[in-house]
Nanobody
Framework: QVRLVESGGGLVQAGGSLRLSCAASGIIVRFNNMGWHRQAPGKQRELVAGISSGDFTFYADSVKGRFTISRDSAKNTVYLQMNSLKPEDAAVYYC???????WGQGTQVTVSS
């Protein structure tokens, strides 16, 4: 059974940083396409960043240069380092695996202005 558990969300001031973690079990993150998505109230869920099994990375235009996706094979965990946070980055952030076949429960990110 695949399980993805996000953590690291919280309240941060604009300009601050957070690092989200997605601890995986039941899959090996190194061999799967992993993604971070977010959903703000009243908006559709959007892909923020992704990393493929071949180490190709993708970033939404809105986060390029500020967010970095990475993974630690030893910990079977995917990270999203978020810097220079803006109020518009506030959302529930979800981890996905295996081309969005599996999802975590989400972690809330709040950015105060």
């Amino acid at each position: 059974q695949v399980r993805l558990v996000e953590s690291g969300g919280g309240l941060v001031q604009a300009g601050g940083s957070l690092r989200l973690s997605c601890a995986a079990s039941g899959i090996i993150v190194r061999f799967n396409n992993m993604g971070w998505h977010r959903q703000a109230p009243g908006k559709q869920r959007e892909l923020v960043a992704g990393i493929s099994s071949g180490d190709f990375t993708f970033y939404a235009d809105s986060v390029k240069g500020r967010f970095t996706i990475s993974r630690d094979s030893a910990k079977n965990t995917v990270y999203l380092q978020m810097n220079s946070l803006k109020p518009e980055d506030a959302a529930v952030y979800y981890c996905s695996a295996n081309d969005n076949r599996h999802w975590g429960q989400g972690t809330q990110v709040t950015v105060s202005s």
